[in-house]
């Protein structure tokens, strides 16, 4: 084998162990990168209705974790005031 060839497998090896020991110690350092959005590793949404005893599922943050029913029944003021005591009341038990 040509001492071309040689050092030519050699720095494949190496450049391929090097990148498997990168990936290893990445891993180890930020975690798995599933589940790593842009701020970092998310939890899952509460995405109950906020109105007290529906048990409803809401929209989402972009419709204040409010229901369709509870949207279309109650105004805003109404609506904004249910999550005022659901995040009371998660801030006393937390």
Same mark, same amino acid.
């Given at each position: 084998?040509?001492?071309?060839?040689?050092? &030519?497998?050699?720095?494949? +090896?190496?450049?391929?162990?090097?990148?498997?020991?990168?990936?290893?110690?990445? $891993? +180890?350092?930020?975690?798995?990168?599933?589940?790593? @959005?842009?701020?970092?590793?998310?939890? *899952?949404?509460?995405? $109950?209705? +906020?109105?007290? @005893?529906? *048990?409803?599922? &809401? $929209?989402?943050?972009?419709?204040?974790?409010?229901?369709?029913?509870?949207?279309? *029944?109650?105004? *805003? +003021?109404?609506?904004?005031?249910?999550?005022?005591?659901?995040?009371?009341? $998660?801030?006393?038990?937390?």
């Amino acid at each position: 084998m040509p001492a071309n060839q040689r050092l &030519s497998t050699l720095l494949d +090896r190496f450049v391929d162990q090097l990148a498997g020991e990168i990936a290893t110690r990445a $891993r +180890r350092q930020f975690g798995s990168a599933a589940g790593l @959005g842009r701020r970092g590793a998310r939890h *899952k949404l509460d995405m $109950r209705c +906020r109105v007290n @005893g529906c *048990k409803n599922r &809401s $929209r989402g943050p972009r419709f204040g974790y409010i229901c369709d029913v509870h949207q279309a *029944k109650l105004s *805003k +003021r109404e609506q904004q005031a249910a999550r005022d005591a659901w995040n009371e009341k $998660r801030a006393r038990h937390a």
